[in-house]
T-cell receptor
Framework: GEDVEQSLFLSVREGDSSVINCTYT??????LYWYKQEPGAGLQLLTY?????DMKQDQRLTVLLNKKDKHLSLRIADTQTGDSAIYFC????????FGQGTELSVKP | NAGVTQTPKFQVLKTGQSMTLQCAQD?????MSWYRQDPGMGLRLIHY???????DQGEVPNGYNVSRSTTEDFPLRLLSAAPSQTSVYFC????????????FGPGTRLTVL
């Protein structure tokens, strides 16, 4: 299909790991992105992965890419209350195609 | 650099009114785009521009016009506002369309009554 799919909500406890999943549509997509949107703000690029990579780690963030299944995940280690936000995955097929966003709620 | 700026932050319109949402960037980016964000639907591309003088339609262009007379500015015009255009609008820019990450403005929250 045309859609990039994400689950809408995720709730974790502070200090736990969060895993946000995304299924994208086009195996020829060159770049896949994770954006973070805090309440009332615009989208902030968190990280991205090129399609020839399986994994990318950046401090507390780990991105895993399974090209065969067209599955992308974002793992946040030691999740903090400041990580509460909406997380969007996006694939680049020429233009950027966004998922619906996953609202991460971090409880103390 | 100020990055991508948008004005106004909030706007309320009556059905049938017209208005222009402003977007500017100071990063010398060639590619600029407008998205709308609606609950549960992610971001949908309205219009985009690959350089001054060049614009094209995205997924949901109806009811909106754009122009790109300079590299820096990319205004979005609502010709005759409708309640279905109630949304949050984001402008974004990047060096190029196909390979670069996009930088987003803070958004304009528009309500059409």
């Amino acid at each position: 299909g045309e859609d990039v799919e994400q689950s809408l909500f995720l709730s974790v406890r502070e200090g736990d790991s969060s895993v946000i999943n995304c299924t994208y549509t086009d195996s020829s997509s060159t770049y896949l992105y994770w954006y973070k949107q805090e309440p009332g703000a615009g989208l902030q690029l968190l990280t991205y992965i090129f399609s020839n990579m399986d994994m990318k780690q950046d401090q507390r963030l780990t991105v895993l890419l399974n090209k065969k299944d067209k599955h992308l995940s974002l793992r946040i280690a030691d999740t903090q209350t400041g990580d509460s936000a909406i997380y969007f995955c996006a694939e680049r097929r020429g233009k950027l195609i966004f998922g619906q966003g996953t609202e991460l709620s971090v409880k103390p | 650099n100020a990055g991508v700026t948008q004005t106004p932050k909030f706007q309320v319109l009556k059905t049938g009114q017209s208005m222009t949402l402003q977007c500017a960037q100071d990063m010398n980016h060639e590619y600029m785009s407008w998205y709308r964000q609606d609950p549960g639907m992610g971001l949908r591309l309205i219009h985009y521009s690959v350089g001054a003088g060049i614009t094209d339609q995205g997924e949901v262009p109806n009811g909106y016009n754009v122009s790109r007379s300079t590299t820096e500015d990319f205004p979005l015009r609502l010709l005759s506002a409708a309640p279905s255009q109630t949304s949050v609008y984001f402008c974004a820019s990047s060096y190029s369309r196909d390979t670069d990450t996009q930088y987003f403005g803070p958004g304009t929250r528009l309500t059409v009554l």
